[in-house]
């Protein structure tokens, strides 16, 4: 079946301006997760949606939103970009039902890489 | 937060060399998951352990759960190549959400 497919792959900003990065998540999958990856911090968790609801959110400023559709495909935003905003941002769908205490897999998209000048 | 801390950071060795890495945490694991991660490709996940003690094996790849649930180690046994990357633990937090460690890089030189 096909994967997580994200979209652009790559792309350059400059301070200031805004960005959408869009995420079709597995076919079936109705949670779509979005990470941020960079050098000094890892992987850290943005925010879930299940069925069009945001269901958890991380530890990120404002600037930093998304949304999911009715066919599960989700986008995240991040609004007046900061050079630390530089990073991969990575989409993860699941199927997202079942006991959360023994996490389902997740399948990770290839990731967006963003660079902000 | 609830972090989980991964040794060594980077790891460069032979092809044919055994290693291991470890992921600790200082409150009890639900579950724990292992990912790898290769250049330019997003996490794949390798393992799920669950109960303290546990140890599965993955072809040369062995995962072991700690007795208490706060800690779990990845062997490889003679490395390859193919085995280079960033190896990833990472817990349940809240929901769906995972905590990840930030990984030990992988090397492996012919």
């Known amino acids: 079946k096909a994967g997580v497919t994200q979209t652009p792959r790559y792309l350059i900003k400059t301070r200031g301006q805004q960005v959408t990065l869009s995420c079709s998540p597995i076919?079936?999958?109705?949670?779509v997760s979005w990470y941020q990856q960079t050098p000094g911090q890892g992987l850290q968790f943005l925010f879930e949606y299940f069925s069009e609801t945001q269901r958890n959110k991380g530890n990120f400023p404002g600037r930093f939103s998304g949304r999911q559709f009715s066919n599960s495909r989700s986008e995240m935003n991040v609004s007046t970009l900061e050079l630390g905003d530089s990073a991969l941002y990575l989409c993860a769908s699941s199927l997202g039902v079942g006991d959360v205490l023994y996490a389902g897999e997740l399948f990770f998209g290839e990731g967006s890489r963003l660079t902000v000048l | 937060t609830q972090l989980l801390e991964q040794s060594p950071q980077f790891l460069s060795i032979q092809e044919g060399e055994n290693l291991t890495v470890y992921c600790n945490s200082s409150s009890v694991f639900s579950s724990l998951q292992w990912y790898r991660q290769e250049p330019g490709e997003g996490p794949v996940l390798l393992v799920t352990?669950?109960?303290?003690?546990e140890v599965k094996k993955l072809k040369r790849l062995t995962f072991q759960f700690g007795d208490a649930r706060k800690d779990s180690s990845l062997h490889i046994t003679a490395a390859q190549p193919g085995d280079t990357g960033l190896y990833l633990c990472a817990r349940p937090n809240s929901g769906y959400a995972l905590n990840f460690g930030k990984g030990t890089s992988l090397l492996v030189t012919p």
């Open positions: 076919s079936g999958h109705r949670s």
């Open positions: 352990v669950v109960t303290g003690g």
